[in-house]
């Protein structure tokens, strides 16, 4: 775990957040004054209709599209007041953040236990233990025996399962992902919206999840509907 991390404090807390893109006749409020706080161990699906800002929160929130307004916390840590960063980003991402994404985006020349190595070694951990996690994860994740295959020998299921051990690998606080089922069928989408549910429970990770479907929605423990820039959330 991060020598930082502060287990009793919220995954992430978004204070007042607003986005505006352009200015004048051209202004576009993209999010609008919203707040919302989720807790380590918990499951969040994000929904609504394409435009209505989801995509900007989430890049909000994984330090990547800084708010014109409003703060964010990350694991009790404060990072961004409005544009202004209070700490290295890039860094802080590394060390806090997961992120799993709509195609699993594995680097082609790596083998699957190369693309979750790699993640920890550019976080400066000792190769041995960036080795010895990696294997841990495939196992965890049920794809230990593919370990030393290339990404295009692997179904989308088993690439989406290494992307996902791949965001595991620095023990994050919140783990961010978009879309992550898109591109699979019924049963595996199924399989890794559960995943994501085991990974915020028993390892006290706050995730967030954008979907479109709605097949899975039982495995959140909360939804947030985002709607013409405005949030709100509902219990399941």
Do not use: C, W
Not at 48 to 60: E, H, N, Q, R
Request: hydrophobic residues 40%; aromatic residues 2%; neutral net charge.
């Amino acid at each position: 775990m991060n020598a930082s991390s502060d287990n009793s404090a919220p995954a992430v807390e978004v204070s007042h957040l607003r986005k505006v893109y352009g200015s004048g006749h051209t202004e576009v409020v993209a999010i609008q004054d919203a707040s919302l706080r989720i807790e380590r161990g918990e499951i969040v699906g994000m929904l609504g209709p394409s435009g209505s800002g989801k995509s900007t929160l989430l890049t909000a929130i994984a330090l990547i599209n800084p708010p014109t307004s409003g703060q964010i916390t990350i694991d009790g840590t404060p990072v961004l007041d409005g544009p202004r960063a209070l700490v290295d980003l890039r860094s802080f991402r590394r060390q806090h953040l997961g992120f799993v994404f709509q195609k699993a985006n594995l680097i082609p020349f790596l083998t699957a236990l190369e693309n979750v190595r790699i993640a920890m070694e550019i976080n400066d951990v000792p190769p041995h233990q960036a080795r010895a996690r990696a294997v841990e994860l495939l196992e965890q994740l049920g794809v230990g025996q593919r370990a030393n295959n290339l990404p295009d020998a692997l179904s989308g299921g088993e690439q989406q399962r290494v992307a996902v051990a791949r965001a595991l690998a620095n023990h994050p606080s919140l783990i961010l992902a978009d879309e992550p089922t898109a591109a699979l069928d019924k049963e595996r989408g199924r399989q890794v919206m559960e995943l994501f549910a085991q990974i915020a429970h028993k390892q006290n990770a706050g995730v967030i999840v954008v979907t479109h479907d709605h097949r899975t929605l039982d495995v959140f423990d909360r939804t947030l509907d985002v709607e013409d820039g405005v949030i709100r959330l509902k219990k399941n």
